[in-house]
């Protein structure tokens, strides 16, 4: 299958942080990322799954590399692990860093904008699609 027949995998929106995360996959230092299961519920998409692939476009939408999912979960908030926040290549040192990160951009007026709630906050309970993934070399 070529690149371009590939779904996309965007990671966050265009501009400075898609950039970041797009430059740690292509390092090797991104390989887990997290999502809000309501995020999947507003767009009525289906949940990624194990074995799928798709092309990461960075912010001027071009397809830069092929990731494959290894591994699938959905957790709580109050539950994603110190090994998961790691592998997502930020920095984060500690869940707590990667969970303050992560609210601030879950409570960013893009993302309440695109779930259609301005009020959205998340909680200890509050649903996590986590995944795993590798880079999938490319000719």
Known sequence: ?????LPR???AFPGPLRDKLVAAILSGAKTTTSALLVGYECANGPLPEVGQRSAVVDSEDRRVAVIELTEVRVVRLAD?????????GEG?????????????FWHSAEVRAELG??????????????ERFRLVPTV
Request: negative net charge.
């Open 117 to 130: 709630d301005p009020d959205f906050t998340v909680d200890d309970d509050t649903l996590v699609v986590v």
């Open 92 to 104: 984060d040192r500690s869940v707590a860093q990667w969970r303050a990160g992560h609210e601030a």
């Open 9 to 11: 995998a965007e990671f």
């Open 1 to 5: 299958m070529e690149i371009d027949d």
């Open 80 to 88: 994603v692990d110190l090994q998961h926040a790691l592998d997502e």
